[in-house]
């Protein structure tokens, strides 16, 4: 059975490494109609987007959190208050009914969530294996009895990226779903009525994967969705404000010679001066 969710075209542009499991997200929302969502690591938004324009396309009822500091790691790099300006813009431009974002750690966050409340969880930030073990530990607890967790990166095995090794660890005594182009993504699946609907992705998955592919494709033709024109505008706006920095402290510096140079103590050692400017030329 084809999903309705495969006519959904994103409108939310970003770059972003899991573009390709961004039909994952919209099959799920559109055939889980999940409740509470929640996102561990958002970054620029790709992934937390898919699940919002999803819920409004298919899933009116659905609510997405998404968690992050917003200052970056060792993995997904470091970067300023503008990328959580633009997804908070962008939110509340088309999601605010919807959405709220966290600007938290992931373990801070914990608390605003009662045990057995979230039926989908998206679990993205650091990707060491102590890390995503952590995150995995903490909020297992917040999941419902019949609900899904996703693991991004478990196709990774360089830069100390770990999340490879725990989902080898979790599938083993679990219902899985995996897919491993785009990095890999995990799907673990909990309760007896999950595991029905979930049945479904198994046949639905080489369509996701070639819609994925696609968008990824077509994302990074675009300004907005190229990691090195995101890289350019940051570093044009660090030459900026540098360019602002050394403007100011020229000023500062002219502003010194001219007191200096209006001082009476440079005014009565002119003489001085010129004595030794002469004795130079001897």
Partial sequence: MTSQSLTLIPDWIAPS????????????????????????????????????????????????YAIDTWEGDAHAGEYNADVFDKVQQEANRRHKSRTRLIRSTFDEAAKYFDDQS???????????????????????P???????ILFHDINVREREFGVWKLWNEIKKANNTYETGNGHGLGMLVQGEMMNSKMGKIAEALPNLISKGILL????????????????IQRN???ITNENESLK?????AE???????????????????RLMDAAKKL
């Fill in 118 to 140: 979230i039926d989908l969880l998206h679990i993205d930030g650091l990707h060491t294996y102590e890390a995503v073990k952590h995150d995995y530990e903490t909020w297992t």
């Fill in 236 to 238: 044009r706006a660090e």
């Fill in 142 to 148: 917040k999941m419902k009895d019949n609900s899904v």
């Fill in 17 to 64: 490494s899991w573009w390709q499991h961004v039909p994952i997200a919209h099959w799920l929302t559109c055939e889980l109609k999940p409740e509470i969502v929640v996102e561990l690591g958002t970054h620029y938004g790709v992934s937390f987007f898919g699940f919002c324009e999803a819920a409004e396309a298919f899933s009116t009822n659905t609510f997405v």
């Fill in 255 to 273: 502003k010194r010679i001219n007191e200096i140079e209006n001082s009476k103590i440079w005014k009565y050692s002119k003489p001085l001066r």
């Fill in 216 to 231: 990824e494709m077509l994302a990074e033709r675009t300004d907005e969705g190229r990691f090195d024109t995101q890289n």
């Fill in 248 to 252: 100011e402290k020229l000023m500062q």
